[in-house]
């Protein structure tokens, strides 16, 4: 057996409840590779996992539900940003397995804009019926939490809270899977992926990813670009201890080498959801070159990291990179008001 169908043979032993449409498409982006120069372009559309307009988070909760289920609970508790694609799709997951959900939104990105405040991933998690809560100005996320269960038990609910983006070893086996699912459509297609490129925010999918390219044993660059955390060092180490219990997960024992642990942080920009020049130069790219839409959050942001790689000339002609598309496009819509596109 090979490597990747060896970690595809242990994923199918751990439990997994069905919410994304797999595998997503592994598109060429001819159009871009010809208009940068240099190696050739990719994009895993992991923005068409399916459930409620799609994204990276529906992977992790396909392994995050069954650990629920199993708890004996009934309703889900999450938080997150206003415009939060992790609490979308953490209700969307909710309402598949017949769950309720109970979430908490605070507008720490700030923005005040009738959009950011009502359109986007906002008014989904309402149209999905969760109930929702609003984080208080003193309130931290934590207390946000434990007032959220302490009520939904109030109410006779048996609450259970998803981590902030599902980035626990046990969600990142989504992000593990995506990695081997990867590897067998590249090798479909006859390359080697020299590097892979993505948003990172809360971690777990760099951390899947890397467990994943660990466990296959590819040589793959997993490169995560810093869209969130404005302290890098921190969120390093967030991600090397996840994927190390992933990897324990699928019964691996690869170690973790620091040059496997890669983050640029040069994207962030004044901070989570602010707007960059480089952003919106990517968005357009994408959008006017590939009619693929990227969001301004995460994905624009990550696109516009591998542009400058590219401008570098960080790598050769002949090789071959993979952005991973991780969703978000439902926010754009948020930005409404906010951007003049
Ligand atoms: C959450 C999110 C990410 C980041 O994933 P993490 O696992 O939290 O690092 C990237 N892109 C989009 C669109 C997201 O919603």
Not at 51 to 69: F, H
Not at 108 to 115: I, K, M
Request: net charge negative; charged share 20%.
């Amino acid at each position: 057996m090979n490597s990747d169908r060896s970690v595809l043979h242990r994923l199918d032993q751990i439990d997994r409840f069905p919410l994304c449409h797999l595998p997503t498409p592994l598109q060429p982006l001819d159009r871009l590779s010809a208009t940068l120069g240099g190696p050739r372009l990719w994009i895993k559309r992991d923005d068409c996992t399916g459930l409620s307009l799609g994204g990276n988070k529906s992977r992790k909760m396909e392994y995050v539900i069954p650990e629920v289920i199993a708890s004996g609970a009934d309703t889900l508790v999450t938080i997150g940003a206003l415009q939060s694609n992790h609490v979308r799709q953490t209700i969307a997951a909710g309402v598949r397995s017949g769950m309720e959900s109970w979430v908490v939104l605070g507008n720490w990105v700030g923005h005040e804009h009738a959009s950011y405040l009502r359109s986007g991933n906002r008014l989904l998690d309402e149209v999905l019926g969760a109930r929702i809560f609003t984080a208080g100005d003193d309130e931290t996320p934590d207390d946000a939490l434990s007032r959220v269960c302490d009520a939904a038990i109030a109410a006779g609910r048996k609450p259970s809270i998803v981590a902030l983006g599902a980035s626990t070893p046990v969600g990142a086996l989504g992000y593990a899977h995506s990695a081997v699912e990867l590897l067998q459509q590249c090798e479909a297609e006859g390359f080697k992926p020299a590097a892979v490129y993505f948003a990172s925010g809360s971690g777990g999918t760099q951390a899947g990813l890397l467990a994943g390219m660990l466990a296959a044993k590819a040589r793959t660059i997993v490169q995560g670009i810093s869209v969130f955390n404005a302290n890098g060092q921190e969120l390093l180490g967030v991600i090397e201890s996840i994927c190390a219990e992933t990897l324990k997960l699928l019964g691996d024992a690869t170690e973790i080498a620091s040059d496997d642990l890669r983050l640029d942080e040069t994207q962030l920009g004044p901070g989570y959801g602010q707007p960059t020049d480089e952003m919106l130069e990517a968005l357009r790219l994408l959008a006017r070159l590939e009619a693929v839409i990227l969001d301004p959050v995460y994905t624009a942001k990550a696109m516009a990291g591998l542009i400058k790689d590219l401008r570098e000339e960080r790598f050769g002609a002949d090789e071959n990179i993979v952005f991973i598309h991780t969703g978000g496009a439902p926010g754009l819509f948020a930005y409404a008001d906010i951007i003049d596109f």
